[in-house]
Every structure is written in structure tokens, then in C-alpha cells.
């Protein structure tokens, strides 16, 4: 049996993370492709939407066949990492970062990490805090690796409204919530890449609220969620979205968002955040599981 | 779909409304944020005269810009024995050079503005004036744009700006967009952004 420094630090891994990168920029999530196919087939023939969606689509092929990178803006590489007691969060930390820059190498990632002062470009996507890693502890020996990719365009139009909002009569309960959220999906427009996914929080504070509403965007696009009163805001979120008119890329259409993820943390009785995470058409979402003895193999 | 290649005449761009689906050949620069930045700053608005590289630059874009066009993307690129080729190319949120825009295509004499997302009103008075259109490429179908980008000439500002933000010259062999702001005054954006307010009161009244 390896110790878990072996583990972790060993080539195995690091080539099961390499992957992992290399998937979630070349190889979109099937219900994504799924998603975006059935969206093509409800936009009038000929309109410029139905073109958008035609060529995204071929796009998704192309990018597969020559494993190139499905979007330019690679983003900002966000793992979520599940593991077991005992294991160096420092050591899964640097066998990202070292994933992450071989994958640049190799074309898969965009030289993003820009020094925030300087406006030097690290050339290796290392940087402070970047890649971005969140830990949960869990009970199972292996590893499991979610990773998302998300790009500028997307996050600028990514929005915290705190409740009450005035300007929409927004006050703190589930109407309040489906209206600002609404109106983050119209102020975002086309600069998002709609068709968007959105994750969201209600509550926590303003940290957590992003990072749970990223949390979210893990989720699968036909996955139901187990709260009802969330599960049911989500479907009528999603029509009214749909009901804008600003379709894919903003150039109009029936298609502005093909999902809508929403959590909920906790808040203190002065503080109520809503929290929009903008994802793009893309979702470039993966995720793997190592195991113990080095096997791993892709989850999602 | 309408086939153009550079140099664009003023006459074929005053043929282009907003909704024609475009086809560009030809050679165009890659430009984002820091070049925009760098053109209005160092090349147009600096006093006269420039430092020699500055000039030399100036030069440069000036001699294949005139009827031009300029993508608004930072790509992704490959370099096997010295050779430079587009992995990845989609066209990056346009509305971040809206101040200097305006001025790049009075300065160069751009035809053509390849983006997404749409820009304001000094570059839609800029594409009245100076004649050029606003092109709406396929946001995030980077390996489907990249595969119009058939030949890399040249690349200016790549230590300075990294890979991502230099000038990037460049031929496109039919590269597909929509116009979205016409050189006739017309932004389809501004259209869409006023539907979009009505369905939005309906659905905030709705609740």
C-alpha cells in the first residue's frame, strides 16, 4: 500500500489531473451538447439564432476531433476537490497548479494569470490564486476532482444583489429572489454568451455567496433539485429567462439560458445576498475520481 | 451570406445592413484590450514624433488596416520549427474598447470591427462616419474561428502584451459573423436592448 504522500505526489495522479484539464477544455458535458441541440431544433429555421446555435455545434465537434480547446478564454480553472481524511491539501494544491501549466504546454490552456499590478502575464497560468482550489473532507477513500473552466466574459456579468432591492420592488423572500435574478439575465445580455447557465446562492455572506453559487454550477442541467420550493423556483426562473427575447449571444431568440441551479446558505438577520454566477453556453465542466491505488476514471 | 475581402471599399460596406450573415477574407490584425489601449495612447494621440518603434508600428498597421479589419479576440496559438498557427480564436466582449474605438477607425481607416456582445454609440457614430460595420462572430466557437484564421503573417507586441493581447497579423479565409451596427446609423443591439425592456416588465409584473 502507497502512503497517501505517494499517492498524491505520484505520476498516476498527475497525468489523471492532466486529463481532467484536457477534457474540460477540448470535451463538452454530454447534457450540455444535449441541451444545446434541442435548443437549435425550437429556433426558427434561417434566424440568426438558429445559425448561432448551428455553428456552436460544430464547433463542439471540431474541437473534439482536433482536442483543441472548444473556447479561447480558458478561463479561470476552478477545482472542487472531495477527499479523505489525512490527505495534504497543499500537496493536491501543487499537483493541480503542475497539471494546470503542463496542460498550458500543450495549447489546452490560454496563458490567463495576469499579475493584477504589474499586468505581467505568468505564461504558465500560476498565479495567486490561480488556479482557484475548494476542499470538502469526505468519508470515501478516493479523490474526486470536479473542475470548471470560467471564462472573463461570463464572470464580468456574474452579479450580488442585496435585499431588499429597491429599483425591482424586490423585498427578501422567493419573489425578490426571481426578480433580481431576472434582471441580472437582462443586464447581462449577450456579454455573458448566452445561452447561460446560472448558479446561484440565496444567503450567506458576500464570499460564500459566490462560492456556493459556483458550487452549483457542478450540477448536472437535468438534475431536479431535492429542495421543492428551490426546485420550483428554478423551472420558473428558467421560462421567464426564456421570455426575454436576447437568445444566443444576445442577436435575439427564444434561447437566453439553458439552466438554473440555485443553493442556499445560511444568513445573518441583517444580511439577505443573492448571488448570480453567469456560466457561458459552454459549461465546461468535468469531473474525474482517483482511487487509492492510482485507477481513475471520468464521472461527469 | 455575403462574401467580402480586404481592402473593403466604402461602397461594399454601404451595402451591409444590420442582419446580413458576412463571410471576410483577408488580411486583419488581432486586437484587444492593452492594443486598443496602446494605439490611442502611443500611435494617435502622442505627440509628434514618435519614438522610431513606435513609428515603425504605426507604419506597419497603416499599411494593411486602410479598408481593414481588427478582431477583438486573444487566442490561442501553436508554434512548431518557428511557425505560429490559431488553435483557438473566438471574438472576445467588444464593448471594453468602446473609448478608443472611434478613434482607431478614423486613425486606420478600419472597415470592419470583428467582436461580440456590440458596442456603443461613439462606435456606431465612428461606423456612420468613417464607413465600417460592427462584425458579430460566434462567441466561444474558438476552434471553429480559428480554422478561418489560415495563415498567421506576422505578430507585433507579443513580449510586452503576452500571447493573448498581441497583434496578431493575420489572413482569414471566409471568416463568418453577423453585422450588428451598420455603417447606416443601425445597431441591432440597441433594437434588441429595447425589446428586451418590454418582455423584462411583463416578467417582473408576472410575479
Known amino acids: 500500500m502507497k502512503s497517501t504522500a505517494e499517492w498524491i505526489g505520484g505520476k498516476g495522479f498527475r497525468e489523471a489531473v492532466f486529463e481532467l484539464v484536457r477534457l474540460a477544455a477540448c470535451e463538452l458535458p454530454t447534457d450540455v451538447e444535449k441541451a444545446l441541440r434541442e435548443a437549435q431544433a425550437a429556433e426558427e429555421p434561417g434566424s440568426s439564432a438558429e445559425l448561432t446555435l448551428s455553428l456552436f455545434l460544430e464547433n463542439i465537434a471540431m474541437a473534439k476531433e482536433r482536442q483543441a480547446p472548444v473556447c479561447q478564454d480558458t478561463g479561470l480553472p476552478i477545482f472542487f476537490i472531495n477527499q479523505p481524511e489525512g490527505v495534504s491539501r497543499r500537496l ?17 490552456l490560454r496563458h490567463n494569470a495576469v499579475d493584477s499590478v504589474t499586468g505581467k502575464n505568468s505564461g504558465n497560468n500560476i498565479g495567486e490564486g490561480f488556479p482557484a482550489v475548494y476542499f470538502t473532507e469526505w468519508d470515501d477513500p478516493a479523490v474526486e476532482m470536479a473542475l470548471i473552466l470560467k471564462g472573463g466574459g461570463s464572470e464580468n456579468v456574474s452579479s450580488q444583489y442585496s435585499m431588499p432591492y429597491a429599483p425591482l420592488d424586490a423585498g427578501r423572500d422567493i419573489e425578490g429572489v426571481r426578480r433580481v435574478v431576472i434582471d441580472a439575465v437582462r443586464r447581462a445580455e449577450g456579454k455573458g454568451c448566452p445561452p447561460g447557465i446560472l448558479g446561484v446562492c440565496i444567503g450567506g455572506d458576500r464570499g460564500g ?30 421560462a421567464d429567462a426564456n421570455r426575454l427575447g436576447v437568445g444566443p449571444l444576445g442577436l435575439g431568440g427564444k434561447t437566453t439560458l439553458l439552466g438554473v441551479k440555485i443553493g442556499k446558505l445560511h444568513r445573518v438577520p441583517a444580511s439577505y445576498f443573492v448571488t448570480i454566477s453567469y456560466m457561458c453556453w459552454e459549461n465546461r465542466r468535468r469531473s474525474i475520481r482517483i482511487e487509492p491505488d492510482g485507477t481513475w476514471r471520468i464521472t461527469g | 451570406m455575403i ?3 480586404t481592402p473593403i471599399s466604402e461602397e461594399e460596406i454601404l451595402r451591409l445592413h444590420v442582419g446580413d450573415a458576412v463571410q471576410l477574407s483577408g488580411i486583419a490584425t488581432t486586437g484587444r484590450d492593452a492594443a486598443h489601449k496602446y494605439m490611442v495612447e502611443k500611435l494617435i494621440e502622442a505627440p509628434r514624433p514618435l519614438p522610431p518603434a513606435d513609428q515603425t508600428l504605426y507604419d506597419e498597421l497603416q499599411s494593411f488596416l486602410q479598408g481593414g479589419a481588427i478582431y477583438h479576440s486573444g487566442p490561442i496559438l ?3 520549427e518557428g511557425r505560429w498557427s490559431f488553435v483557438s480564436s473566438g471574438p472576445t466582449t ?3 474598447d468602446e473609448i478608443y474605438q472611434d478613434k482607431v477607425i478614423a486613425a486606420f481607416g478600419l472597415r470592419v470591427v470583428i467582436g461580440k456582445g456590440g458596442m456603443g454609440p461613439r462606435t456606431l457614430e465612428a461606423c456612420k462616419r468613417y464607413k465600417a460595420v460592427f462584425l458579430h462572430g460566434i462567441g466561444g466557437a474558438g476552434v471553429y474561428n480559428a480554422a478561418s484564421v ?17 497583434f496578431w497579423k493575420i489572413r482569414f479565409d471566409r471568416f463568418t459573423g453577423i453585422v450588428t451596427m451598420d455603417a447606416h446609423g443601425k445597431s441591432l443591439h440597441d433594437d434588441l436592448a429595447q425589446e428586451f425592456d418590454r418582455n423584462f416588465a411583463k416578467i417582473i409584473k408576472g410575479g
Open chain 2, 3 to 5: 462574401h467580402l475581402t
Open chain 2, 150 to 166: 489560415v495563415e498567421v503573417l506576422d505578430v507585433f507586441k507579443k513580449e510586452e502584451f503576452g500571447l493573448p493581447e498581441a
Open chain 1, 92 to 108: 493536491i494544491t501543487r499537483v493541480c497548479q503542475d497539471a494546470v501549466a503542463w496542460a498550458t504546454t500543450k495549447q489546452y
Open chain 2, 78 to 80: 501553436r508554434s512548431e
Open chain 2, 94 to 96: 467588444s464593448i471594453r
Open chain 1, 209 to 238: 455567496g459566490y462560492a456556493e453559487s459556483k458550487h452549483q454550477l457542478l450540477r448536472r442541467l437535468e438534475d431536479v433539485n431535492p429542495d421543492p420550493i428551490l426546485a420550483e423556483l428554478e423551472g420558473r426562473i428558467l
